[in-house]
């Protein structure tokens, strides 16, 4: 069976839509073994019938065409799915990259908010600073009034007292330090 209509070596149109009926739907499953999306496939198979009408390839016999079909399918099958691999592999380093960055922007937050929870415990008045220092350490509250020679309560007190002037001093961030340091998560 001659795979060209014309007596000629020369590809016509109607050779090529003749092809073109003949193998496209083998061709289409094909290609299906390797890319899900039939439209996919299809777009393909219609770029390897594009690239025999324009280079004009002509085949000697009716192998040469289904070797060439088959060969020019699976290769670009394999090159969409190395293109999708490069493509998820960049998606991926983006999605790290954020992550990274969102990371470090939290830390930097972080450092930022105890730097200026420390320069607001300096202002304090000294027996409240000492007070809240101490327990900073991990000091309990009858080992800070041993050590400062004051009353338990007058530590309690005191502390409560400081406390509250650094949640004062600190109200107006706390909802956005909240929200920034929880976003992404």
Known sequence: MSIYNSNTNVLTESDLKGMFDLYYKSILLY??????????????????????????????DEISLKIYLYKSTRNKCYNIIKHKRVKDNYVNDVLLSLED?????????????????????????????????????????NEIAEILNIKLQTVK??????????RDQFKGIENIVYLFLNMGD
């Open 31 to 60: 290609a299906n073994r390797f890319l899900p999306l039939k439209a996919e496939c299809e777009d393909l198979i219609q770029d390897v019938f594009v690239y025999i009408w324009e280079k004009q390839i002509v085949f000697p």
């Open 101 to 141: 960055d969102n990371l470090f922007l939290k830390q930097i937050l972080e450092e930022e908010i105890v730097v200026q929870l420390h320069q607001a415990i300096e202002i304090l008045p000294e027996r409240k600073r000492e007070i809240l220092k101490l327990s900073l350490k991990g000091i309990k509250n």
């Open 157 to 166: 007190t005191l502390k409560s007292q400081s406390y509250k002037i650094l």
